[in-house]
């Protein structure tokens, strides 16, 4: 889970309040609003008012109706209802903080195989061993 944090970039969360269930929309604006208005579609008038959009975040008041898991199924439900536009991201849970966003590809990148002498990189040893065998042979 931390790692999936990290793969979005620093994203700043600033309300940290216990009171607040946060989501995140790893400095995308626009989809933090449609975010809120697909929550506050869902939710009675009266919880309306305890819900806040403030540029990418979204914060919910623990006084309101909405528990965590409420609120996480309404954001499944919306990524996975615009599977078009949002079919890279995920809802990542993180204690009272949702964060939605692009999942990198757990990192591909860090087991690459690299050779030293060109830059060259795979993520099979045996490419690079016959890779490799290509720098030492010379061309004949
Ligand atoms: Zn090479």
Do not use: W
Not at 33 to 39: F, T
């Amino acid at each position: 889970m931390d790692r999936a944090l990290k793969a979005l970039g620093t994203t700043t969360i600033s309300s940290m309040a216990e009171e607040t269930i946060t989501v995140s929309c790893a400095g995308d604006s626009q989809l933090a609003a449609e975010i809120y208005n697909h929550l506050c579609s869902k939710v009675g008038k009266a919880d309306t008012g305890y819900i806040s959009l403030v540029e990418d975040e979204i914060g919910i008041d623990r006084r309101s109706t909405l528990t965590k898991d409420a609120v996480r199924q309404i954001l499944d439900s919306f990524v996975r209802s615009n599977p078009e536009r949002l079919k890279n991201h995920q809802v990542i849970e993180s204690g009272d903080i949702f964060v939605v966003g692009i999942v990198a590809e757990p990192s591909k990148v860090d087991a690459l195989l690299t050779c030293e002498f060109c830059g060259y990189f795979t993520p099979y040893q045996e490419d690079l061993f016959i890779h490799k065998r290509m720098h030492a042979g010379g061309g004949g």
